[in-house]
């Protein structure tokens, strides 16, 4: 079997709606560290990705980067490969990456996992418990980032394209995947363009 490999920022050199139909079948992964000193201790935490959204930057009225660069959204507008991570309704999370070339302000959010690894500590992290339906864990961006302890504080500007970041993408040749094609959800403008995908049939995915 091929060892997974981190992919690399090349990767995410394409258009939004390109690295999103990448992205579906690929493993993200959090190395999540618990302990200190001689008790330290980092437990792989993984999911499948089965749903992402594109959005096009400055010619998207639904991006975020829409209305130019902020101090809130700058990852989005820096080098591709990069987590731009967003605080929305006063309790969730969201996980982005940056896409294209510098300047263009797009990326690419995570909906939704099928998890692979650590379920029991996922299971934990959402308050749930330990055996608890594995659809709870991940589906739903504010899920996914609850489940896998990912904050904007943390996370917002980490280089996913790095091993060393503990939050980076491996593509295990999983094969290929049936992708499906919708609009995006939960949404007011651009919300009739075709830039939500998914793995089709998949039970993981949201909504």
């Keep these: 079997m091929a060892k997974a490999r981190i992919l690399p920022r090349k990767f995410y050199l394409d258009p939004p709606d390109v690295v999103a139909r990448g992205l579906l ?9 618990t302990g200190s000193g001689a008790r330290k201790k980092i437990e792989r935490l993984s999911g499948r990705i089965v749903e992402v959204e ?28 990069f987590a731009y991570v967003y605080f929305i309704y006063g ?25 692979v690894e650590g379920l029991e500590t996922m ?4 308050g749930l418990a330990p055996h608890a339906n594995p659809k709870l864990l991940t589906s739903g961006p504010g899920r996914l980032c609850q ?3 990912i904050v904007r504080e943390t996370h917002n500007g980490i280089d996913v394209t790095r091993a060393d970041s503990g939050l980076y993408v491996e593509n295990d040749r999983h094969g ?9 959800i939960g949404i007011r403008k651009a919300a009739e363009r075709p830039l939500r995908f998914t793995i089709a ?4 995915v949201s909504g």
């Design 25 to 33: 079948g690929k493993l993200l992964v959090r190395e999540y560290e």
């Design 147 to 149: 489940a896998l302890g």
């Design 91 to 115: 309790m969730h999370f969201c996980l982005n990456f940056s896409c294209e070339a510098e300047g263009h302000g797009a990326g690419v959010l995570l909906r939704a996992l099928e998890p």
């Design 176 to 184: 290929p995947v049936d992708v499906a094609v919708s609009r995006r």
């Design 201 to 204: 049939g998949n039970r993981f």
């Design 54 to 81: 594109a959005y096009f930057g400055l010619d998207d009225p639904a991006a975020h980067a829409f209305a130019g660069k902020t101090v809130r959204n700058a990852v989005l507008f820096g080098p591709p490969g």
């Design 123 to 126: 299971a934990r992290m959402r």
